[in-house]
């Protein structure tokens, strides 16, 4: 039983050293440093614009 829990908190150490690794980013997309790039917004209306091109709410007279 000792040797099981033994082992058990040297895994945990082990993971945490790995966790304190400064891993690189993946994705330096967009400008911003390490992450996505900002979504699209409508200019209009200020909703997400997901597919691009013209704003589906505001082309119907939604927004």
Known sequence: ???IVSLFLI???V???FGRL???RIGGRGGRPG???RP???????????GGG????CQDGQG
């Not at 699209?40 to 997901?50: D, I, K, S, V």
Request: aromatic share 10%; hydrophobic share 40%.
């Open 1 to 3: 039983m000792l040797k």
């Open 11 to 13: 895994f945990m150490a």
């Open 15 to 17: 993971l945490a050293m």
């Open 22 to 24: 400064k891993w690189p």
């Open 35 to 37: 992450g996505l790039p």
């Open 40 to 50: 699209r917004l409508c200019p209009e209306c200020g909703r997400y614009n997901l």
């Open 54 to 57: 013209p704003c589906r709410q």
